[in-house]
């Protein structure tokens, strides 16, 4: 059974830092395709980042030099988050896809799911 567990998430200020965690349960990486999502209450949810098994990482415009998507061992996917803004703030999800390549970002098409994790960011 695969499971998703998001930590980390907190209040920081603006041009502050966070590091979210994501702890998988039921596989390792080897072919799946990892990502994160973010929700604003009355909003999609729309993709943040992303990375293959073979560790190529991609990002969403509104992230890309302030966030990066890693592996921290075979059981963890991690998310720096630097420069923050209060556009940032939302509830940030794991989410995972079988196969080795991402080739998505596409909310319907991540089959596993984590709880999420709130992110708030003051300005």
Do not use: H
Not at 51 to 74: E, N
């Amino acid at each position: 059974q695969v499971e998703l567990a998001e930590s980390g998430g907190g209040s920081v200020p603006a041009g502050g830092s966070l590091r979210l965690s994501c702890s998988v349960y039921g596989y390792t990486y080897e072919r799946y395709c990892m990502a994160w999502f973010r929700q604003v209450m009355g909003k999609e949810r729309e993709w943040a980042a992303s990375i293959d098994s073979d560790g190529t990482s991609t990002y969403a415009d509104s992230v890309l030099g302030r966030f990066t998507i890693s592996k921290a061992d075979k059981n963890t996917l991690l998310l720096e988050m630097n420069n923050l803004k209060s556009e940032d703030t939302a509830l940030y999800y794991c989410a995972a896809r079988s196969g080795q390549y991402c080739y998505t970002t596409r909310r319907r098409d991540f089959g596993y799911w984590g709880q999420g994790t709130q992110v708030t960011v003051s300005s």
